[in-house]
């Protein structure tokens, strides 16, 4: 198993553009999470997905945002009209679910331009 | 309004030291967790708590849940350069509906050599 893996790396885009982020998660875990982290910030929950069900999305920050998990295995996370606030590192991880610890993905840096 | 205080925000200290991190909140949580975070990279799971008044060892660290699993700290003896980096806690809320953990913003640390 090789862990949680977020593609791209990194994401320049300019302002106004569609951007799609990729999410494969450790294939046993059946919750998958997104969160977004800026500079000097703690990660902000966004969303969730307990297979392929999206069980909380009211913390998404507009709605420029959205999740799916078509199969409850990977997951896309695609923010429309892009702004320069939303230049970040988003986040995505992995569980079993209740008090077992998350196993994050080394992230897509996003640059919006 | 942050749900998890950590403290302090910045810490540097030279290599041998002993240091504690905390992490404060007015609510309850069903577990918490501590992550370590490089730069450019995702958090990695250190140690989950469920029991108030729980310590764990992780060699040199040790985290303890407060009795009213409303705090917790990080304390880290004879401090190493390979130590260095962004140490952040994380809660579920009792009840608290999302499944999604709330991170604090996290302690950076930097141990010289």
């Known amino acids: ?113 | 309004t942050q749900l998890l205080e950590q403290s302090p925000q910045f810490l540097s200290i030279q290599e041998g030291e002993n240091l504690t991190v905390y992490c404060n909140s007015s609510s309850v949580f069903s577990s918490l967790q501590w992550y370590r975070q490089e730069p450019g990279e995702g958090p990695v799971l250190l140690v989950t708590v469920v029991t108030g008044g729980e310590v764990k060892k992780l060699k040199r660290l040790t985290f303890q849940f407060g009795d009213a699993r409303k705090d917790s700290s990080l304390h880290i003896t004879a401090a190493q350069p390979g130590d260095t980096g962004l140490y952040l806690c994380a809660g579920l809320i009792t009840g608290g509906g999302a499944d999604g953990l709330t991170f604090g913003k996290g302690t950076h640390l930097i141990i010289q050599p």
């Open chain 1, 1 to 113: 198993d090789t862990g949680v893996s977020q593609n791209p790396r990194h994401k320049i885009t300019k302002r106004g553009q569609n951007v799609t982020f990729r999410c494969d998660p450790i294939s046993e875990h059946n919750r998958l999470y997104w969160y977004r982290q800026t500079l000097g910030q703690g990660p902000e929950f966004l969303t969730y997905f307990q297979n392929e069900a999206q069980l909380e999305k009211s913390r998404l920050l507009s709605d420029r945002f959205s999740a799916e998990r078509p199969k409850g295995s990977f997951s896309t996370l695609e923010i429309q009209r892009t702004e320069q606030g939303d230049s970040a590192m988003y986040l995505c991880a992995s569980s079993l679910g209740g008090a077992v610890g998350y196993t994050f993905g080394s992230g897509t840096r996003l640059t919006v331009v």
